[in-house]
Structures are given as C-alpha cells and as structure tokens.
C-alpha cells in the first residue's frame, strides 16, 4: 500500500462528516433562523376587512381641514390591516412614507395616485407608527398605527 492510499481513507471520511455537519447546520439552525425572522402568520397577509383612507376633495387648498380622511388611525393586524387610499380629489397626491421599514419602500416619493379614483393600497404586517404625507402638498398629513390582536 502506498503512502497516499493510507491517508486517502481518512481524508475521504472527515471529507464525509464535514459534508453531514454543514448539511445538520443549515438544515437544522440556519434556515429556522432565517425563516424565523420572515415568518409573518397567515391571518396578517389575508386580514378580513381592507380600511379605506379617502383622499378628499379639495386637499390642495391648505386652509381645508380635511385631506386623508380620517388622518390618523388604528388598525389591528389580522382584521383591518390592509390599507386602501383612494384619491378622490380631482389632482394626484401622494402618500409617501416618513418612517416605517417596508412601507417606506413601497411608498415612495415615485407614489402617485392619480385623481377621480386612483388607488394605493399597502398591508402593514407589523405593528408600529406609520406616519406619510403628501410630497406636493406636505401639509397634508396623516398617521397609521398598526397594533398586535388581542390575545
Ligand atoms: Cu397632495
């Protein structure tokens, strides 16, 4: 027998169980740890009730009290969690997310909603303080408060 064939053996076994180990790691605490974080419950992705924000006519004007109607509210995720804005001024506005993570993503500066009907709708899946505005009209402002369902 040869030198190499002697350690061949060996190499080809640790070889093997590294494989397994990496295999155990990932299959066992990386991707638990990984969907851990991404895992959203069902009933948060398909709430029963969608809560509609209307866009009021006459938001343009600043003196008008009324933009988003209403302009600051709670929603329960689970149940209303899923926000509809509906744009039924006769110019676009925006709903362009001050903080908030995800929403901050998809409602954007770029978020234009166009008049007489236009729609954005966006799921909040974890609670917190939403707060947007509208980019040409800042002073038209308004507020979301995603919170837990009762235990
Ligand atoms: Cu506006």
Same mark, same amino acid.
């Given at each position: +027998?040869?030198?190499?064939? $002697?350690? !061949? &053996?060996?190499? *080809?076994?640790? @070889?093997?169980?590294?494989?397994? !180990?990496?295999?155990?790691? =990932?299959? *066992?605490?990386? +991707?638990?740890?990984?969907? $851990? ?19 009021? /006519? ?9 933009? *988003?109607? #209403? ?12 926000? %509809? ?12 997310a001050?903080?908030g $993570?995800?929403f901050? $993503?998809?409602?954007?500066? !770029?978020?234009?909603?166009? #008049?007489? &009907? &236009?729609?954005? %709708?966006? /799921? =909040?899946?974890?609670? &917190?303080?939403?707060?947007?505005? @509208?980019?040409?009209?800042?002073? +038209? ?8 369902? !009762?235990?």
């Open positions: +027998m040869s030198q190499t064939s $002697k350690i !061949a &053996g060996p190499i *080809f076994v640790i @070889c093997i169980l590294a494989a397994v !180990a990496g295999f155990v790691w =990932f299959q *066992f605490v990386y +991707m638990p740890e990984i969907n $851990k974080e991404i895992e959203i419950p069902e009933e948060f992705l398909n709430p029963s009730e969608t809560t509609i924000i209307d866009i009021a /006519l006459g938001s343009i004007d600043q003196d008008q009290v009324d933009n *988003f109607v #209403p302009n600051a509210i709670s929603v329960t995720l689970g149940e209303n969690n899923r926000v %509809t804005w509906i744009n039924i001024d006769s110019v676009i506005h925006t709903v362009t001050e903080v $993570k995800e901050e $993503k998809a409602a954007g500066n !770029a978020n234009y909603i166009d #008049p007489d &009907g &236009g729609e954005f %709708t966006f /799921l =909040f899946v974890e609670a &917190g303080e939403y707060t947007y505005f @509208c980019a040409p009209h800042p002073w +038209m402002r308004g507020a979301v408060t995603v919170v837990e369902p !009762a235990e």
